[in-house]
């Protein structure tokens, strides 16, 4: 068998007071990942924000990575677009370059769309692809899409594009739907995005998981992630973020560990988290993990 896929950080991605991407504090972050552990980073994936970041951006940014000497295989670009032909753009142009998977939601706009619309619109990307078309984890996150991508369907992906479709990243937070992609899918490669779920999805066969928290619990997360080891000051800190935006409250952590504010910027349409939401987030990661760290 192939090595697992094992722990990806969801890179957040830092802008300066301008609002352009501070390149070299997402390369910095994405080195450290590294070098704590996390087998790849992805890229513009929802903790990247990368649905508020455009084409010409994602290209300049991920050939700066390149140029800075990491390497490909350790990357994964997230595509959230709603068009066939821009999904197959923003993914084609980083298959190109040797990225390593490309994590790719169903498009969002419009809703209660069939299993059969979103075969269509898959087939469709691959289509554009062509050649170039491989490594392709689908994204089921239907908290923010509204797009559910049921067991069935990612069977039928599975079966027409078998060299293609290779993984699936759940961020449902449904254990009953995770439990039931891993028993009908286990020959792909599931990772958890909920880590309340990540260790007992690892132990039924899950290959680990495309992480927000990495950015500022690597270690933590990736026991679970790929020993399936259970940590349940992760999974309640994952409750206290839920509470405010989960992305803005991953970079209030970044910022805290960074000791760096610029991490606190969103780009619009997301607003940063208060001050008052700052402290609470603070005491409650203190509360969790300080008693270890002292």
């Not at 554009?128 to 039928?156: E, F, H």
């Amino acid at each position: 068998m192939t090595e697992k896929f094992g722990l990806s950080v969801a890179l957040a991605t830092p802008f300066d007071s301008n609002g352009h991407i501070a390149v070299d504090a997402m390369i910095a972050q994405a080195r450290q990942s590294l070098a704590a552990g996390c087998s790849s980073v992805t890229l513009f994936g929802t903790t990247g924000e990368g649905s508020s970041i455009g084409t010409e951006e994602r290209e300049r940014i991920l050939g700066a990575f390149l140029n800075a000497g990491i390497e490909p295989q350790k990357l994964v670009m997230g595509v959230l677009v709603d068009a066939a032909e821009d999904a197959a753009a923003q993914a084609g142009h980083a298959l190109s370059r040797g990225v390593r998977n490309i994590l790719l939601a169903p498009p969002s706009y419009f809703k209660n769309v069939s299993d059969d619309g979103l075969f269509k619109w898959f087939s469709a990307v691959f289509a554009i692809l062509g050649d170039k078309a491989r490594d392709i984890i689908v994204y089921n996150i239907p908290s923010l899409t509204m797009v559910p991508l049921t067991v069935s369907l990612i069977g039928q992906l599975r079966t027409a594009f078998p060299t293609i479709v290779t993984g699936v990243k759940d961020s449902s937070g449904d254990w009953p739907y995770t439990e039931s992609l891993l028993k009908a899918h286990g020959d792909l490669i599931i990772l958890i995005g909920d880590e309340r779920h990540l260790a007992r999805g690892v132990r039924l066969g899950g290959q680990g998981a495309i992480s927000g928290m990495a950015n500022f619990l690597p270690g933590e997360v990736k026991l679970m992630a790929e020993e399936g080891k259970d940590d349940t000051r992760v999974e309640g800190f994952v409750g206290e973020l839920l509470q405010y935006p989960v992305t803005a409250a991953v970079k209030v952590m970044v910022a805290r560990l960074a000791g760096d504010k610029m991490w606190l910027s969103v780009r619009p349409p997301l607003v940063s988290i208060s001050s008052d939401g700052q402290e609470k987030l603070a005491l409650a990661f203190d509360a969790l993990f300080r008693s270890k760290a002292a």
